[in-house]
């Protein structure tokens, strides 16, 4: 249970004064198991950021540098350097290709389930569905639905 989840359900049983009192500052916990997500970000030592931001000067990212800076400045965060928005962009990167590989398994599974009559021929030709996406989706934690018209 998240610590958002706790503060509601202590504000539920006590009220919200005494939820307030009791809520822990998450960052003020140090690492938690929930890992660098839930609390503090964890720092890189000098010389790994030196190498990291060497390593970068040489990388062409897939989505482009100058869609990336725009939909940052959309959001609210101002950026002239170069680097951290090739960060954002091999961190998206990845981020869908690790969607695209968790569909394709979803996928697959949900193929080996059907009739060897249904998969006719002789080219296993995968076709991404909503379903495959969505259950992709919610295992990074994003919950993706149809809109109720399509319902």
Same mark, same amino acid.
């Given at each position: 249970?998240?610590?958002?989840? +706790?503060?509601?359900?202590?504000?539920?049983?006590?009220?919200?004064?005494?939820?307030?009192?009791?809520?822990?500052?998450?960052?003020?916990?140090?690492?938690?198991?929930?890992?660098?997500?839930?609390?503090?970000?964890?720092?890189?030592? *000098?010389?790994?950021?030196?190498?990291? &931001?060497?390593?970068?000067?040489?990388?062409?990212?897939?989505?482009?540098?100058? *869609?990336?800076?725009?939909?940052?400045?959309?959001?609210?965060?101002?950026?002239?350097?170069?680097?951290?928005?090739?960060?954002?962009?091999? =961190?998206?990167?990845?981020?869908?290709?690790?969607?695209?590989?968790?569909?394709?398994?979803?996928?697959?599974?949900?193929? =080996?389930?059907?009739?060897?009559?249904?998969? +006719?021929?002789?080219?296993?030709?995968?076709?991404?569905?909503?379903?495959? &996406?969505?259950?992709?989706?919610?295992?990074?934690?994003?919950?993706?639905?149809?809109?109720?018209?399509?319902?």
């Amino acid at each position: 249970m998240d610590s958002r989840e +706790a503060k509601r359900k202590r504000e539920d049983e006590d009220g919200p004064a005494e939820a307030e009192a009791m809520a822990v500052d998450p960052a003020s916990e140090g690492a938690s198991a929930a890992g660098p997500a839930a609390g503090a970000a964890t720092e890189l030592p *000098a010389d790994e950021m030196a190498a990291l &931001l060497e390593e970068l000067s040489g990388v062409t990212p897939t989505i482009p540098i100058a *869609a990336v800076h725009f939909y940052l400045m959309k959001n609210g965060f101002n950026t002239t350097d170069e680097r951290v928005i090739k960060m954002v962009a091999m =961190a998206t990167q990845k981020f869908v290709a690790d969607v695209a590989t968790d569909a394709l398994q979803h996928c697959k599974q949900r193929q =080996a389930g059907q009739p060897a009559s249904r998969r +006719a021929g002789k080219d296993k030709r995968f076709v991404l569905t909503t379903s495959d &996406l969505q259950a992709a989706l919610k295992e990074q934690g994003v919950g993706i639905s149809k809109p109720p018209y399509y319902v």
